[in-house]
C-alpha cells in the first residue's frame, strides 16, 4: 500500500469514483463517506457512494444519503459501477470481509484501491494506496486531513462539514474519549466557520429515536444485564424476541453497549444481539483493557483498543456460555481483576 499523498497530484482530473464503507454503517462510515462524496463531486469527479447493507434512519438527515446506494438491493447496479470504476475508496474498515456481500465484488474489480482507516490491524495487502493511522479519532478526520494535506481545504463546504461532523461525534463519543486530540477541536473549530449548526446535528442523531426504544432500553437494563464484580465486567444479551417485541430496527440497538460502562468500577462492557444470521457482540472498555485483543481471539472480530466488535454463530445460549467461560479465564490477562 502506497502513502495516499501519491494520488493527490492525480485528484485534478476526473475519475469514475466508488467510495463504500463497514456494513451497517454508523456517523462516522456515513459521514466520512458522505463528506468524501461532495468533496471529489465539486472537484468533478463522477462519484457513487455504496454501502454494503442499509442503515440507521438516524443517519438520513445527512446531505447526500438520499443518494447512497445499498448494495442489498441495488446488486446488478451496484456491481456494475463498481466494475467500470477507476477509484474505490474504502473507508472506516480494516479488511474487505467488513463490506459483507460487497467484498468479492470489490476484490474482482479492476479499479485502483485506496483505503482510509482508522483501525487496527489492518489487511494493506488488498489496497493500492491508502492511509491507516490508529491514532485518528475517527475516519471522518481522516478525510479531513486528506482535503486540507491535498491543497484544496477552501473547498469545505456546510454540507461536508455536517457529514464530517457527525463522525467526530459518533467516534469521540461526543469529544469525551482519549483520541478527542487538540487536532480533532481545531477541525472542530475550522467546520464551524462553515456555518455548521452543530446543536442540530446532535439532535439529528441522538434526539431522533421512537418511544419503542426507550421502552425496549428500560427492559433490557432491568431483565437482560449481568454484571460480574469479580471481573469489573458487564454483559447484556438481546434475545430476538426483545427485537421483534419492541419492533427494534436499525440503529436503535446503538449505544447500548455504553450504560453498564457508568457502573461504579465496571471496566469491560459487553453486549450480544441474536440477530437473524449471527450473534453479533460489541465490546467496550476503559483505560487499558484492550478488546480489540479479546473480540479478535474469541469473537471472530476486532476493531480499537477500547471498542471492538465481533460475532459469533453459535447459538445464544452457547455464545453467553463461551463469554463467560473466556471471562473467567482470561480476566487477569485483560486487567480485568
Ligand atoms: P460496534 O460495536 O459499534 O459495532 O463497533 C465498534 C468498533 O469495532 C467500530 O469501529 C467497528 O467498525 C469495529 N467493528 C465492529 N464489528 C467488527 C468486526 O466484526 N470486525 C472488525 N474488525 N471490526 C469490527
Ligand atoms: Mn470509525
Redesign the pocket.
Known amino acids: 500500500m502506497q502513502p495516499i499523498h501519491h494520488i493527490f497530484s492525480q485528484l485534478e482530473s476526473p475519475r469514475r469514483v466508488i467510495i463504500t464503507t463497514?456494513q451497517k454503517p454508523?456517523p462516522d462510515a456515513m459521514g466520512s463517506s458522505l463528506g468524501l462524496y461532495h468533496f471529489l463531486t465539486r472537484l468533478g469527479h463522477e462519484v457513487n457512494v455504496i454501502s454494503p447493507t442499509n442503515w440507521a434512519s438516524f443517519l438520513d438527515w445527512m446531505p447526500g444519503a438520499d443518494r447512497v446506494l445499498n448494495y442489498e438491493i441495488t446488486r446488478e447496479k451496484s456491481a456494475a459501477l463498481i466494475n467500470a470504476a477507476d477509484w474505490i475508496f474504502c473507508l472506516?474498515?480494516?479488511?474487505l470481509i467488513?463490506t459483507k456481500h460487497l467484498a468479492p465484488v470489490v476484490e474482482k474489480s479492476p479499479a485502483i484501491k485506496i483505503l482510509i482507516d482508522h483501525?487496527q490491524q489492518p489487511a494493506i495487502e488488498s489496497f493500492h494506496y491508502g492511509v491507516s493511522d490508529t491514532t485518528k479519532s475517527s475516519t471522518c478526520e481522516m478525510v479531513y486531513d486528506f482535503i486540507m494535506e491535498s491543497g484544496h481545504g477552501h473547498s469545505i463546504s456546510m454540507e461536508i462539514a455536517e457529514c464530517l461532523y457527525a463522525g467526530l461525534i459518533g467516534d469521540t463519543g461526543s469529544f469525551r474519549y482519549p483520541a478527542a486530540s487538540a487536532d480533532v477541536h481545531r477541525m472542530v473549530a475550522r467546520l464551524k466557520e462553515t456555518g455548521l449548526r452543530h446543536t442540530q446535528i446532535h439532535e439529528n442523531i441522538y434526539d431522533n429515536f421512537l418511544e419503542n426504544r426507550l421502552r425496549f432500553i428500560g427492559h433490557v437494563l432491568t431483565n437482560r444485564m449481568e454484571v460480574f464484580y469479580e471481573y469489573n465486567t458487564a454483559l447484556i444479551f438481546v434475545p430476538k424476541s426483545d427485537l421483534l417485541r419492541f419492533d427494534i430496527k436499525t440503529g436503535d440497538t446503538?449505544g447500548l453497549?455504553n450504560y453498564p460502562l457508568s457502573i461504579q468500577g465496571i471496566r469491560m462492557a459487553a453486549i450480544v444481539i441474536d440477530r437473524d444470521e449471527e450473534r453479533k457482540w460489541?465490546?467496550r472498555s476503559k483505560g487499558n483493557v484492550d478488546v480489540n485483543t479479546f473480540?479478535r481471539l474469541y469473537f471472530?472480530?476486532?476493531?480499537?483498543f477500547n471498542?471492538?466488535?465481533?460475532?459469533s454463530s453459535a447459538s445464544l445460549e452457547d455464545t453467553l456460555r463461551t463469554f463467560k467461560k473466556v471471562l473467567k479465564e482470561t480476566a487477569s490477562d485483560f486487567q480485568l481483576t
Open positions: 463497514h454508523d472506516d474498515f480494516n479488511t467488513r483501525h446503538e453497549v460489541s465490546f473480540a471472530e472480530g476486532g476493531g480499537h471498542a471492538a466488535g465481533g460475532r
